[in-house]
């Protein structure tokens, strides 16, 4: 897909009113190529959805939970300049592959964004000096705000031939990422399925 802007080629809730809504949805064993109009290629504004083995193939954009949070992206392979961007509260990015990814920390494999507020304000907040929350399943909420990415979990991913890895973007906003836990990332020279098929 090419063209002008706005056309995102899958989006899961409509802009920030739905961040508060379970839409529950699935994304399995599609394949995203040479997608060049936006950059999300998935442009994710709710909760508790799941992207997962799928193929994204030489995009100019990223698997994006921009609004929202609670997101599974797990078990997909990302070659060349896409990857993963996270806001929001409780996404975990699991076992994916990234090859040959030479962008800058803007586009590179992970990207954990600094937001310009703390908290999604259509989510309930249970601790806010933990950072506990859960989504409201209010329909009517409303917000334009980004908020910082808290308690995203980083587990199992593989890293080869890229620039960056996971990295932490700062983009002019200035709430840092939280309770980011990593486990277990490497970079390596051949992925365990390729190790696998030996």
Known sequence: AGGGTNREPLRIGEDGGESGLSLNCKV??????NN??????????SAN???EDCFFIDNDGNVTVRHGGLTKIRHNYFEGKNG???????NRVE??????????E????????????????NW???????????????????????????????????????????VEVEDGN???????????????EKFTFEKNEE
């Open 28 to 33: 399995r064993r599609c394949i995203f190529r």
């Open 36 to 45: 060049s109009a936006e950059k999300e290629i998935i442009s994710i504004k």
């Open 49 to 51: 959805n799941t992207i």
């Open 84 to 90: 993963v961007r996270i806001y929001g509260y409780g």
């Open 95 to 104: 076992y994916n592959c990234f090859k040959d990814n030479s962008g800058s």
């Open 106 to 121: 803007r586009v590179g494999p992970i990207g954990l964004w600094y937001g310009n507020d703390d908290k999604d304000q």
């Open 124 to 166: 309930d907040w249970e601790d806010e000096d933990k950072m506990i929350s859960k989504p409201s399943e209010d329909p009517n909420g409303n917000h334009e705000e980004y908020a910082r990415a808290v308690d995203t979990v980083i587990k199992g991913n593989e890293f080869k031939n890229c620039n960056n890895d996971i």
């Open 174 to 188: 200035s709430r840092d990422p939280k309770g980011t836990k990593r486990e277990h990332n490497e970079n390596v």
